[in-house]
C-alpha cells in the first residue's frame, strides 16, 4: 500500500516539516495524527516562510489533501488564526481539507488547568508549551468531561454540555487555586458557536476517508510531531508529551493500521536538542552548546524557548528508531556542525559503571548516565552548497557512517540547509 510516514527520532524539532515538505511532492494526502498546537512546522514556499501548529505541511500545495485525523486535539481559534494566514494559497484551501469528527477540542479550561498543575511542580515543571494539550488528552481519557469536533459542530446539546463541563471545571480550579478567575460558559459557548460554523464544512469521518483512499491506491504521507522520545508511553516519562509521538501513534490517532505503511523515514539531526525539563545525557552546557544554539538557531518554534543543545545520542536516538520502525534516516541540519573542530557521538552509557546500549526506562537511571563518546576530527567548512554524497568532506561522510552505523539504521537524505533544494539523496544502489 502505498503510505509513507515521517517521524521525529529524538525529543521534537528535528525539522521534519522540510522532509514532508520534499515528500509531499508524491504524496496525494498529507495527515497529521497526533498531538495539537504544541507542535511547530516551519516550511518556506514561494521565497516565504511559513509556521504550522495544527495544518499539515500539505496544506501549502496546490491539490494536495490535507487531513487533520481524530488523534490531534484542536483548538479550534489556533486552527482559524492558521488556516487565515494561508487563504489563497492552494487555490482555496477548503476543497483540500478535513477534520475528524473524533478529534478532540482543546478550550479555555485546558489552559487554566495546565498552568496550575505545571506551577503546582515547582522545580519540576515538564516544561510544557501550555497550549492545554495534556489537560485535552487527560480529558479524553477521563470521558466524562470531553468534548470532540463532532459534537461541537453538530451544536444540539453544546451549550448545555459546556455549561456542565464549566460548572466541574470552575470547582476544580477554584479548589487547586482560589485565586483563579471563574470560566464564563455562556462567553465560551458563544465563542466556539463561531468556530463550529467555520469548521463545520471540514469536518468529517476522516477514518473512512483515508481507508478508501488507500483502497483507491492514493498516496498517503503521515507527518508525524514532536518526536519519538517524547513518546507518552515509550518516552522519558514524565518529561514527554501526552500522545503517542513515536510510529505507535499512526494507527491510533488515524485509524489506518501501520502495515499500510511502505516506508518509514526517521528524522535526526546531526547533533541533539530538548525543550523543556528532563534529563539529556549528551547535553553541552558550556560554549559549544551555545554554538551549536547560534549556529543552528535552536529556539522554539512555538514558545521560542532557547533549545537545548548537545551531542548527537545514538542511544537515545537507536532506541527512538527501533521503536518507531524505520526503514532510513534523513540527518538534517549537517551544515550546522561545520564550523567546530572536533565532533563527539554517544555510543554508549555508564551507568554506576556498567557500560549499555539500552536506553533505559527508570528517568533516574537515565539521569545517573554518562555518554560514552567518540571524538571525531571536524569538517570545518561550508556544507550549504553541497548536493551530492561524494562532494561532502570526507570527514562528514565518516560522521554520517558512523551515525548509520549506531544507529542501526542506513543514511537515506541529508540536509545542509533550510531550501529544498539544499538536500542530498542517498543513493543507495
Ligand atoms: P506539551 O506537549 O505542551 O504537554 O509539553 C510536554 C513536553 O513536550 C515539553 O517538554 C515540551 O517542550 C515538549 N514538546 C511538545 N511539543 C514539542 C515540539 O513540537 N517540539 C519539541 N518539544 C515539544
Keep these: 500500500m502505498p503510505a509513507t510516514s515521517v517521524i521525529g527520532l529524538q525529543w521534537g524539532d ?40 495544527l495544518l499539515p505541511a500539505g496544506i501549502l500545495r496546490p491539490g494536495v489533501e490535507s487531513v487533520v485525523t481524530g488523534g490531534v486535539v484542536i483548538n479550534p481559534r489556533a486552527f482559524l488564526e492558521e488556516l487565515d494566514g494561508i487563504v489563497g494559497l492552494n487555490g482555496g484551501v477548503d476543497r483540500n481539507l478535513l477534520i475528524s469528527n473524533r ?37 479524553k481519557a477521563g470521558r466524562t468531561h470531553a468534548i470532540r469536533m463532532g459534537d461541537l459542530v453538530r451544536g444540539e446539546s453544546f451549550r448545555d454540555r459546556v455549561e456542565t463541563v464549566v460548572g466541574h471545571k470552575n470547582r476544580v480550579l477554584q479548589a487547586l487555586d482560589p485565586e483563579s478567575e471563574p470560566l464564563d460558559a455562556e462567553a465560551i459557548y458563544s465563542e466556539y458557536s463561531q468556530y463550529a ?7 468529517t469521518d476522516t477514518t473512512s476517508h483515508l481507508h478508501k483512499a488507500l483502497a483507491a491506491g492514493r498516496r498517503v504521507l503521515f507527518e508525524g510531531a514532536q518526536g519519538s522520545l517524547l513518546d507518552l508511553d515509550h518516552g522519558t516519562f514524565p518529561f514527554v508529551t501526552s500522545s503517542n509521538s513515536s510510529g505507535a ?25 530538548r525543550v523543556g525539563g528532563g534529563p539529556f545525557p549528551t547535553e553541552l552546557d558550556n560554549e559549544i552548546g551555545q554554538h551549536i544554539r547560534d549556529e543552528g538557531n535552536e529556539y522554539g518554534t512555538v514558545t521560542g524557548r532557547p533549545r537545548r543543545c548537545g551531542w548527537f545520542d545514538a542511544v537515545a536516538t537507536g532506541y527512538g528508531a ?13 551544515d550546522v556542525l561545520g564550523k567546530l573542530e572536533e565532533v563527539q557521538v554517544c555510543e554508549a552509557y555508564e551507568i554506576d559503571g556498567e557500560r549499555t546500549t539500552d ?27 553541497i548536493r551530492k ?29 533550510p531550501d529544498r533544494e539544499q538536500t542530498i539523496l542517498v543513493d543507495r544502489s
Design 103 to 139: 478529534a478532540h477540542v482543546v478550550f479555555p479550561w485546558h489552559m487554566a488547568e495546565e498552568a496550575v498543575l505545571e506551577k503546582g511542580r515547582g522545580g519540576d515543571a515538564i516544561g510544557t508549551t501550555m497550549r492545554g494539550i495534556g489537560t485535552c488528552y487527560r480529558d
Design 322 to 334: 527501533r521503536l518507531s520502525g524505520v526503514d532510513c534516516l534523513a540527518v538534517m541540519l549537517l
Design 359 to 385: 536506553f533505559p526506562a527508570q528517568l533516574e537511571d537515565l539521569a545517573r548516565a554518562t555518554p560514552v563518546l567518540r571524538s571525531m576530527p571536524g569538517w570545518q567548512a561550508d556544507l550549504t552548497g
Design 197 to 203: 460554523e467555520r469548521l463545520a464544512p471540514f469536518v
Design 14 to 53: 528535528e525539522a521534519k516539516g522540510k522532509i514532508v515538505d520534499l515528500l509531499t511532492e508524491d504524496h496525494d494526502i498529507v495527515v497529521r495524527y497526533q498531538g495539537g498546537n504544541n507542535a511547530g512546522h516551519t516550511v518556506q514556499f514561494g521565497g516565504q516562510t511559513y509556521k504550522l501548529s
Design 249 to 273: 501513534g499512526i494507527h491510533s490517532g488515524s485509524g489506518v493500521p501501520e502495515r499500510a505503511i511502505e516506508r518509514m523515514i526517521g528524522v535526526v539531526k546531526a547533533y541533539t536538542t
Design 389 to 417: 554524497l561524494e562532494d561532502l568532506p570526507v570527514e562528514a561522510r565518516d560522521y554520517l557512517d558512523v551515525v548509520a552505523e549506531l544507529v542501526g539504521f542506513p543514511v537515506d537524505i541529508v540536509s545542509v540547509g
